[in-house]
């Protein structure tokens, strides 16, 4: 294998990909267009009840609707319709409203993507804070300690619906700082952004944070600092060789918020594209379903490409010709206060869930509703008088088993698909922008409304994040010079899988999947709120977040319960990823606040990316 042919992707690559996004836009146009018919409730019923809100239509009235419409005609039908108007611009009239729906479409997309990039400047400042500290001190040699994973953990997990509300009645209502509802202006942007960004900025933040080190134990970094270079010069060098492995995230994390910010645009009354799909796929009106989600096929695959061109540019030539220095973290050693943290809340969190398993969790009291804290109900009570702790405690189990069990799928399948770069390369792009809440649609279509139902539509959304991280390390990993040297010793495939490829790829895919954590129990929580998922009244973190919601203003205790639960076990879940990173062995533990100041004593150091 030559060099050249490791680090680039070659014509028939291309092509492959090529055909990968079209399949997979293709697969998912086709899935949207049967909704109607795999619902196995009448079309015209729906639609006639979401014209007019008829309850019991005459079988007149709903044969008027389905000559109108020509439901008769099959789903195939209907979409060959709709993609031939397409070249004329022309992509139909809503069933619902009778307007057309390209000025719909337009005008909500351009209110996402005004979102999407408030969002995206929120992003980077909140990850630029969470490893400045990372950043200032690697690259003056200074780096002893791990950083601690308690404040990431705790931003990155805060429900943005929670946030959202918050941010509408304290900066919105109580203060007046800031429109509370509407969309008027750059100023109603600036909630709706901070409840999209801070929870995707500390994840995105997170990855940069735990990747740095590694930059910064390179043989050029040392020698960087003996030659006496500005500690500004290694961090920007730094900074560029550890993006290209972080950038990927941003497509599912904040390209993805377009679709996906639907609790969030209700929650504000913004006329964005997730709602639009939305309210389309509820009322099962087709034509402005099919044309957001083509929008969304669309921008999730210029978006990739945007982002694989900007990877490439960041690693420049070392890239292409296989010069690609190999990452390797030190052992860091965590500060005290850290695993202190951990332990308290592991302690509290245990605490919590026995003394609720110990209480009723469906006794309804209507005198005792929306109760304060006290001695007989430790986190209030909720809208039916029932006891919070006695509902965190019974819902652990189920909360915390479903959402390691959607997690462990959604990494296996995006390590599969992103190890299959060439396959996976544009499905991921077209998935990284469905909405979960689409999927939970497709999916409840098929199943019903049930637990398993959401989880699978999870799953089928859910992997993107690790796709994309894990095709971003394996390019890397196969540019790098020893991967090389392997090949040149005649590796096979076992080999490189094992000593190589797996090495490389899975340790970060594994703390991204344990950050994602709480995020998942989010997810799976939204489609049980909107009755796609877990129904009531089975007690779940996620859907107490959901139907507490309305009263965070009235009784915010509602909530404060399960939003603790979910905190606790997102610094529980980067405690133990930092443990396992940095948990040095014999020597390498008392060396470890050493390594980084130690200069390397064997091979002459590699260039840094600008001058490979």
């Given at each position: 294998m030559s060099v050249t042919s490791v680090g680039t992707e070659t014509g028939p690559s291309r092509w492959r990909a090529g055909l990968g996004r079209l399949a997979a836009g293709a697969a998912l146009l086709t899935a949207v267009a049967l909704l109607p018919w795999l619902s196995g409730n009448d079309p015209a019923l729906t639609v006639l009840r979401a014209r007019s809100a008829d309850q019991n239509p005459t079988p007149a009235q709903l044969a008027a609707v389905r000559e109108q419409l020509g439901l008769d005609e099959g789903p195939f039908a209907h979409l060959a319709h709709w993609l031939g108007g397409l070249p004329r611009g022309d992509a139909g009239t809503s069933w619902v409203s009778g307007e057309?729906?390209?000025?719909?479409?337009?005008?909500?997309?351009?209110?996402?993507?005004?979102?999407?990039?408030?969002a995206l400047v929120v992003t980077i400042a909140v990850a630029a804070l969470v490893s400045a500290r990372t950043l200032y001190l690697g690259s003056r040699r200074r780096l002893h300690r791990g950083s601690g994973a308690i404040g990431v953990a705790v931003l990155a997990a805060l429900p943005k619906f929670l946030l959202a509300s918050l941010l509408a009645t304290v900066c919105g209502v109580w203060l007046g700082w800031f429109p509370s509802s509407g969309w008027e202006g750059p100023p109603s942007m600036v909630l709706p952004s901070l409840a999209l960004g801070v929870p995707s900025g500390a994840m995105i933040g997170g990855l940069l944070d735990q990747s740095l080190p590694a930059a910064f134990n390179e043989p050029w970094a040392r020698t960087w600092h003996a030659y006496g270079f500005a500690p500004g010069h290694v961090a920007r060098h730094a900074l560029r060789r550890t993006l290209a492995g972080v950038l990927p995230q941003l497509l599912p994390t904040v390209v993805g918020l377009v679709g996906g910010a639907v609790a969030v645009e209700k929650i504000f009354n913004i006329p964005g594209l997730g709602r639009l799909a939305l309210d389309a796929a509820i009322a099962q009106d087709l034509p402005p379903l099919q044309t957001a989600t083509l929008v969304l096929v669309l921008l999730g695959t210029a978006a990739g490409l945007l982002i694989q061109a900007l990877r490439r540019a960041l690693l420049g030539p070392a890239l292409r010709d296989?010069?690609?220095?190999?990452?390797?973290?030190?052992?860091?050693?965590?500060?005290?206060?850290?695993?202190?943290?951990a332990g308290a809340c592991a302690a509290a969190l245990l605490i919590m869930v026995v003394a609720g398993l110990l209480r009723d969790p469906l006794h309804v009291d209507t005198a005792a509703r929306l109760l304060p804290p006290s001695a007989a109900h430790p986190l209030g009570t909720d809208a039916l008088g029932r006891d919070l702790l006695a509902r965190l405690g019974h819902g652990a189990l189920r909360t915390v088993g479903v959402a390691l069990a959607v997690t462990a799928v959604c990494t296996l399948t995006g390590l599969l698909l992103g190890m299959a770069a060439q396959v996976g390369a544009g499905l991921t792009e077209v998935v990284s922008t469905m909405p979960a809440v689409l999927a939970g649609l497709l999916t409840t279509a098929v199943t019903g409304p049930s637990a398993w139902g959401a989880a699978l539509a999870v799953c089928l959304v859910g992997w993107t994040p690790y796709a994309a991280q894990a095709a971003a390390l394996l390019e890397q990993e196969r540019a790098s010079g020893h991967m090389l040297a392997s090949l040149s010793f005649g590796a096979g495939p076992g080999y490189l899988l094992r000593h190589h490829f797996l090495p490389a790829v899975l340790p970060g895919v594994l703390r991204n999947a344990l950050l994602r954590l709480p995020t998942t129990v989010l997810v799976?929580?939204?489609?049980?709120?909107?009755?796609?998922?877990e129904q009531p009244p089975t007690a779940e973190w996620g859907r107490l977040l959901s139907e507490n919601q309305p009263y965070v203003e009235l009784a915010p205790w509602t909530v404060l319960g399960p939003a603790c639960a979910l905190v606790l076990l997102s610094v529980l879940a980067m405690s133990g990823t930092a443990s396992r990173r940095s948990r040095p062995t014999g020597d390498r533990r008392r060396a470890g606040r050493r390594v980084l100041n130690r200069p390397s004593a064997q091979k002459p150091p590699a260039l840094p990316l600008s001058a490979s």
């Amino acid at each position: 294998m030559s060099v050249t042919s490791v680090g680039t992707e070659t014509g028939p690559s291309r092509w492959r990909a090529g055909l990968g996004r079209l399949a997979a836009g293709a697969a998912l146009l086709t899935a949207v267009a049967l909704l109607p018919w795999l619902s196995g409730n009448d079309p015209a019923l729906t639609v006639l009840r979401a014209r007019s809100a008829d309850q019991n239509p005459t079988p007149a009235q709903l044969a008027a609707v389905r000559e109108q419409l020509g439901l008769d005609e099959g789903p195939f039908a209907h979409l060959a319709h709709w993609l031939g108007g397409l070249p004329r611009g022309d992509a139909g009239t809503s069933w619902v409203s009778g307007e057309a729906v390209l000025p719909q479409v337009t005008s909500a997309f351009a209110v996402s993507v005004t979102l999407m990039l408030g969002a995206l400047v929120v992003t980077i400042a909140v990850a630029a804070l969470v490893s400045a500290r990372t950043l200032y001190l690697g690259s003056r040699r200074r780096l002893h300690r791990g950083s601690g994973a308690i404040g990431v953990a705790v931003l990155a997990a805060l429900p943005k619906f929670l946030l959202a509300s918050l941010l509408a009645t304290v900066c919105g209502v109580w203060l007046g700082w800031f429109p509370s509802s509407g969309w008027e202006g750059p100023p109603s942007m600036v909630l709706p952004s901070l409840a999209l960004g801070v929870p995707s900025g500390a994840m995105i933040g997170g990855l940069l944070d735990q990747s740095l080190p590694a930059a910064f134990n390179e043989p050029w970094a040392r020698t960087w600092h003996a030659y006496g270079f500005a500690p500004g010069h290694v961090a920007r060098h730094a900074l560029r060789r550890t993006l290209a492995g972080v950038l990927p995230q941003l497509l599912p994390t904040v390209v993805g918020l377009v679709g996906g910010a639907v609790a969030v645009e209700k929650i504000f009354n913004i006329p964005g594209l997730g709602r639009l799909a939305l309210d389309a796929a509820i009322a099962q009106d087709l034509p402005p379903l099919q044309t957001a989600t083509l929008v969304l096929v669309l921008l999730g695959t210029a978006a990739g490409l945007l982002i694989q061109a900007l990877r490439r540019a960041l690693l420049g030539p070392a890239l292409r010709d296989g010069a690609l220095p190999a990452l390797h973290p030190p052992a860091l050693p965590r500060g005290q206060f850290t695993r202190w943290a951990a332990g308290a809340c592991a302690a509290a969190l245990l605490i919590m869930v026995v003394a609720g398993l110990l209480r009723d969790p469906l006794h309804v009291d209507t005198a005792a509703r929306l109760l304060p804290p006290s001695a007989a109900h430790p986190l209030g009570t909720d809208a039916l008088g029932r006891d919070l702790l006695a509902r965190l405690g019974h819902g652990a189990l189920r909360t915390v088993g479903v959402a390691l069990a959607v997690t462990a799928v959604c990494t296996l399948t995006g390590l599969l698909l992103g190890m299959a770069a060439q396959v996976g390369a544009g499905l991921t792009e077209v998935v990284s922008t469905m909405p979960a809440v689409l999927a939970g649609l497709l999916t409840t279509a098929v199943t019903g409304p049930s637990a398993w139902g959401a989880a699978l539509a999870v799953c089928l959304v859910g992997w993107t994040p690790y796709a994309a991280q894990a095709a971003a390390l394996l390019e890397q990993e196969r540019a790098s010079g020893h991967m090389l040297a392997s090949l040149s010793f005649g590796a096979g495939p076992g080999y490189l899988l094992r000593h190589h490829f797996l090495p490389a790829v899975l340790p970060g895919v594994l703390r991204n999947a344990l950050l994602r954590l709480p995020t998942t129990v989010l997810v799976l929580a939204s489609l049980g709120f909107l009755g796609l998922g877990e129904q009531p009244p089975t007690a779940e973190w996620g859907r107490l977040l959901s139907e507490n919601q309305p009263y965070v203003e009235l009784a915010p205790w509602t909530v404060l319960g399960p939003a603790c639960a979910l905190v606790l076990l997102s610094v529980l879940a980067m405690s133990g990823t930092a443990s396992r990173r940095s948990r040095p062995t014999g020597d390498r533990r008392r060396a470890g606040r050493r390594v980084l100041n130690r200069p390397s004593a064997q091979k002459p150091p590699a260039l840094p990316l600008s001058a490979s």
